[in-house]
């Protein structure tokens, strides 16, 4: 699967409110990769897995949240390149209970150790004091950060862009770590501008996408991450809902949701001039539906359509 990647299509969005602005909007459908490593899991581990096979490691071991895509998508990739994952998870009281979190549930049915931490001891993750209890435990393993952006990650996120894409003005990606987006940075063409949507709160993104690229062809937009990462609410739901029902396109509440619902509002309020081309980077992470589908059950909030 890691050598080969099957074609990618793109999809062109037909709205009114795009033929009243005059604005252009595809979906580069990157969540049709693969069931469960999709989007930019999949560009992310790619060159990761090749150098971990490489180096003859036959364990990985990485980082996320109770309902985090990547750790969903390394658990599955592990098993499909035959190398034993191990998930770090924030939050030592999902202990008892992570049988019941479809995210943690679905890693662990596919080979994934589950090491679950403090929210303390997890933001201190470079510590000698956890480094030195993790290598005792699991031995010698090849380490993902969370997220899994790192130079090899923006290597295969570069890769999203084909020569097909450079005739559209605007590119655009939502960005939780900062490696797709400077993968897209690295690949667009000189007149193209590279929008990142971010999912959570803080300024500190700059800093770090700015590690992986030299270029300026790009902001961030940081007005619709709804409270911050895993934040939801109603109206998120409902843009969700009515954007499946006339595209077709399913996205996930996490990432892909707060990108079109504030691409579709930017093109609302005319921050794009007429006969904009836009391409919009669909990553993925569809995995999560089902857990935040229980967090909005329970609090007797709508539910995302599947």
Known sequence: MFDRL???????????????????????????IHPF??????????????????EDQDKLLTYGGAYSNHIAATAYAGKLANIQTVGVIRGDELASVWRKNPSLRFAHQNGMQLEFVSRKTYREKEHPALQGYLKQKYGRFYELPEGGTNPLAVQGCGEILTQADMEFNVVCSCVATGGTLAGLINSAAAHQQVLGFQVLKGNFLRSDIRNFTKNENWRLITSYHFGGYAKISESLVRFMNNFKDETGIQLDPIYTAKLFFGLFDMIKNDRFPP??????????????IAGMNAVLKKKLLPMIKV
């Open 6 to 32: 099957p074609s990618i299509p793109s999809q062109s969005i037909q709205l009114p409110l795009l033929v009243q602005k005059e604005v252009s909007v595809t979906v580069k459908r990157e969540d049709l």
């Open 37 to 54: 490593v999709s989007g930019n899991k999949y560009r992310k581990l790619k060159y990761n897995l090749i150098k971990a096979r490489e």
């Open 275 to 288: 006969r904009t081309s836009i391409l919009a980077v669909h990553t993925g992470g569809l995995q999560g």
